[in-house]
T-cell receptor, first 113, second 110 residues
């Protein structure tokens, strides 16, 4: 069966520090991968999605970046965190976008102080 | 711009009643709409997917409708229970991405 792993579960980082969140999927190949952010009391904001290795589409311009170095690995990064980067970050995967269900990781609660 | 909207931020109902949540879309015609449940501090969990050529889909106490004329999907929970309290999200897929509405927080009171 397929599983998605996302870590860490919580993270407290100072302003200006770098960020690296990792997400891996097991049990499937060539998944569509997504990074979302959910600010407190807000909806899910799509940050990046990837349909294949090295293929990254950005939905919202910001100081975050994403990479997909391997088929089932998706990484969210920042060189310098801002206070506004605080939120709940979720990784997800699907077989096809839109017409199949998406499976979400447990999320990372990031607090930038 | 293409939008998917859930206009009700919150819905409070009594146990046993039917909860009806609304999802509207504008400026495009999605081939599919999905519904998810999200509990606090957790990732969303998929519930139902409905295609544009399907008027209605059911799963246990859940029912989803898709009205392409009104550009709207309705999500119903019949015989609601306090355990149904959560935030419910609708989503549409397009060109590789999956976009969510802001969600409706449902509270079922005993």
């Amino acid at each position: 069966s397929q599983t998605i792993h996302q870590w860490p579960a919580t993270l407290v980082q100072p302003v200006g520090s770098p960020l690296s969140l990792e997400c891996t999927v097991e049990g499937t190949s060539n998944p569509n991968l997504y990074w979302y952010r959910q600010a407190a009391g807000r909806g899910l904001q799509l940050l990046f999605y990837s349909v294949g290795i090295g293929q990254i589409s950005s939905e919202v311009p910001q100081n975050l970046s994403a990479s997909r170095p391997q088929d089932r690995q998706f990484i969210l990064s920042s060189k310098k965190l801002l206070l506004s980067d605080s939120g709940f970050y979720l990784c997800a995967w699907s077989v096809h976008p839109g017409d199949t269900e998406a499976f979400f990781g447990q999320g990372t609660r990031l607090t930038v102080v | 711009s293409q939008k998917i909207e859930q206009n009700s931020e919150a819905l409070n109902i009594q146990e046993g009643k039917t909860a009806t949540l609304t999802c509207n879309y504008t400026n495009y015609s999605p081939a599919y709409l999905q519904w998810y449940r999200q509990d606090p501090g957790r990732g969303p969990v998929f519930l139902l997917l409905i295609r544009e050529n399907e008027k209605e889909k059911r799963k246990e106490r859940l029912k989803v409708t898709f009205d392409t004329t009104l550009k709207q999907s309705l999500f119903h929970i019949t015989a609601s229970q306090p355990a149904d309290s959560a935030t419910y999200l609708c989503a549409r897929g397009s060109q590789g991405n999956l976009i969510f509405g802001k969600g409706t927080k449902l509270s079922v009171k005993p």
